[in-house]
């Protein structure tokens, strides 16, 4: 009866694809204000515009800041109907 030898398979093929993708830039903003997020929104929307971005991303920013106006949409709506005061959280978003 022959033994079996284990061969380790060729990676060769891996490390080409790995070695083709190209790091994205990431747009990292400070603490979460209102400002903050019209900034990114704006600078998107020109990236856009003149070709630096592709649109796939700018639409996943665009995702990314309605679910955050919608989180705080949904905040003020719970504190006005168990009637009682904004967040602060809510506050310095809106106001700094």
Do not use: H, Y
């Amino acid at each position: 009866m022959k033994s079996v030898s284990k061969t380790k398979r060729s990676t060769k093929n891996k490390r080409a694809l790995a070695s083709k993708v190209q790091a994205q830039e990431v747009t990292v903003i400070g603490p979460l204000k209102a400002s903050a997020l019209r900034d990114v929104l704006w600078e998107t929307l020109n990236d856009v515009r003149t070709n630096q971005m592709q649109a796939n991303r700018a639409d996943a920013v665009a995702t990314q800041a309605r679910e955050i106006l919608r989180t705080i949409k949904t905040q003020l709506n719970v504190a006005s109907a168990a009637k009682r005061g904004v967040p602060k959280d809510i506050i310095m978003f809106a106001e700094s």
